[in-house]
């Protein structure tokens, strides 16, 4: 396994894509995700476009369909939710299919969807990702942070830092062969000098001081934890490694 950390979707490369990807928003769209899948809900289908979820989600019977979709932080207008885990109850989505679009999470999913397996992370699911990939072993795996429009985001690569770290430590492979760019080891350092400040971490960053203004301070302490939820939500895995 080597592993590769873009910080952004548009950092990701086109070319040589990884085998399998990680795309990771911890601020919040992965984090919503991962929580809806342990609450019970059906599917989680992801959309860049607003037209286009509710065009396919017009096909679902509404009594079995969420439509989630948040920009600038905020719930759409005529929207069933926005973009907070805190909406994902087992009472609102069991057995539901959640038709979501997010400003960042969905582009870097976007990014990467053609990969042979493509799966979601946050810090709250870290180790069931991990889990996954050590008894998938993909030849190369790449995480892809969601960033903000374009921009580094804290919050996905400390992210990044602690599946890397977790992987290396369990995989056993030396360092030098394991990180496929300097990323990896900038990002496992970010993580080791954060990990017991994670909620500390997301509250300083851009991210995190916009939810902030918008009062949404339970999401963040919600999102800093650390493998929480033993759920790997994958959302695509074609044929052999
Ligand atoms: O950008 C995204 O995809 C969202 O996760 C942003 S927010 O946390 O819902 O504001």
New binding site residues.
Partial sequence: MKLFIYHTPELTPTDNLPVCAIAV????????MATALNNGAEAVQVFSDLDKLMAESEKWPADKRIRAG?R???KVDGFDM???PFDCTPENIEGKRIFIS???????LQRVETCRIVLTAALINRKAVVQFLLSKQPETIGIVG?G??GSYSLEDTVCAGAIAHSLLTESGIPATDFAGNDEVFAAIALYLQWQNQLHQLLESAS?GQ??LR?G?IE?LKY?AQTDILDVVPIQRELGVL
Wanted: charge should be negative; proline fraction near 0%; glycine fraction near 12%.
């Fill in positions: 928003d911890v601020l919040r769209a992965t984090t919503t948040e600038g932080g905020a926005g973009n907070s997010t400003t960042n999470g969905t582009r870097a969601s903000w429009e991210h916009r939810l918008l949404v999401d999102c």
